[in-house]
């Protein structure tokens, strides 16, 4: 099954998150977001702020919580996401606490993203559970666990781990995860065919930034994909 490029665009949260991000590398992901009608900008936390104002109400500003390890503590990430949403984002990628999920801390687990997703309010909540580290049995546990949490999505990866997204992954939440809670893939999506693989599979969402730069190549050059 092919899928227009349009609708894959549109749910891509085109994301930049690396260490070395400039505001001007982050406005040329804003202009690409507009340009190509993607779902968000996924962006560092100190630049949600000039963002959200750069681009208004044309694309939501989507940011990263407790990233990328984790094991800050419940206030903190509390704090993250407040602070993230006073400055304008209105979407909220949270990576869980993986050592308390590998302790069976599961209360601690779900009280964190309880609180990040009452910090949030009627914003989106999505809950990154860092897969590659993770064995199916607790994979399947954090399905159950997000919910029961009341978030919007779970995420397979932040993209600075071991390994990203994989469509077991996805073929795995979607048989887990309960009613109203979206999928979101993201880490080495490095194809139009992965992507509609990742989208045929269930996943809602796509976290990449190569959607995009293989549509302007493709534009460019069109022989060059």
């Known amino acids: 099954m092919s899928i227009a490029i349009k609708d894959i665009l549109a749910i891509c949260d085109h994301t930049l998150l690396l260490q070395t991000s400039t505001w001007e590398e982050i406005k040329g992901i804003c202009d690409d977001a507009m340009t190509y009608h993607t779902a968000s900008v996924c962006i560092p936390p100190c630049y949600v702020k000039q963002a959200s104002e750069y681009l208004g109400d044309r694309v939501p500003v989507c940011t990263v919580i407790g990233f990328p390890n984790g094991n800050h503590t419940t206030g903190c990430k509390v704090f993250e996401t407040k602070e993230a949403l006073a400055n304008g984002a209105k979407e909220i990628d949270m990576v869980i606490n993986v050592g308390m999920l590998k302790a069976k801390n599961y209360d ?38 997000v919910t029961a949490s009341g978030a919007d999505f779970i995420k397979t990866s932040t993209g600075f781990s071991t390994a990203g997204a994989t469509f077991a992954d996805i073929e795995l939440f979607e048989k887990h995860v309960g009613e109203g809670v979206q999928i979101k893939a993201a880490g080495g999506i490095s194809s139009i065919a992965d992507a509609e693989r990742f989208m045929e599979l269930g996943a809602d969402r796509l976290g990449t930034s190569r959607i995009v730069k293989i549509v302007k190549a493709e534009e460019t050059d069109p022989a060059g994909y």
């Open 108 to 145: 601690y687990v779900l009280h964190e993203i309880k609180e990040i997703k009452a910090a949030c309010g009627d914003k989106v909540l999505k809950v990154i559970i860092e897969t590659c580290l993770l064995t199916d049995e607790e994979k399947i546990k954090m399905c159950e666990i």
